[in-house]
């Protein structure tokens, strides 16, 4: 995905979801959350904290709630997209226009619970200090070279975490080969996974 500089720009790439985006967007902007871009994508905040995300892909449009764990989701709207992986956040999937429009006041009622949820400091803290496990595969190749198992010792914790967690997350043998071929220049080069998304 491109890094989308403003929300309109972000909307106007998404082509076939344009209007659903809108919508969407429309509905976010009457609560009190703020409007900013992270990641290149549009994200929802209270002082700073991040409680929704908007994006779009192929298949549909999408809201994340990033401690939607914590929603009561009396509807059963919510998925966790990532099962066992993903611990606090929940999204909401849609395939339509017309789906959004039925959906309009529950999703009003989800938004003002998640704000309510924010504001009553409920979410799931990420897991600073657990052990760096390094995937197999990727151990393999830094104790066969030495110039790569410097460079990513150079790296932070939480950068080294991101490459062993982008090895791990992938299920197919094929994939991990792939992402493994692209971090290997990176890690050389010193360039974090994550690092053009930060500001």
Do not use: C, H
């Not at 908007?54 to 709207?77: C, H, I, N």
């Not at 395939?95 to 009622?109: D, F, N, P």
């Not at 309510?116 to 803290?125: A, C, R, T, V, Y």
């Amino acid at each position: 995905m491109k890094n989308k500089k403003t929300v309109e720009q972000y909307i106007t790439n998404s082509k076939q979801w344009e209007e659903a985006l809108l919508l969407l967007r429309e509905i976010l902007l009457l609560t009190k959350l703020e409007e900013t871009i992270k990641w290149g994508i549009p994200v929802y905040t209270i002082e700073k904290k991040n409680v929704v995300g908007m994006g779009s892909f192929k298949a549909y449009v999408g809201l994340w709630f990033y401690q939607g764990v914590f929603l009561t989701d009396d509807k059963q709207k919510l998925i966790n997209a990532q099962e066992g992986v993903t611990k606090a956040m929940r999204q909401w999937r849609f395939s339509s226009v017309e789906e959004i429009l039925s959906e309009k006041e529950t999703i009003k009622l989800y938004l003002k619970e998640a704000i309510l949820n924010q504001e009553q400091g409920k979410g799931i803290k990420p897991e600073r200090n657990k052990a760096l496990l390094i995937p197999a595969e990727l151990e393999v190749i830094l104790t066969t070279n030495s110039a790569l198992k410097q460079a990513f010792e150079a790296f932070s914790l939480s950068r080294k975490r991101e490459f062993t967690e982008y090895i791990s997350e992938a299920k197919r043998v094929e994939t991990k080969q792939k992402r493994l071929d692209k971090i290997k220049p990176m890690i050389l080069e010193g360039i974090g996974l994550n690092d053009k998304y930060r500001k």
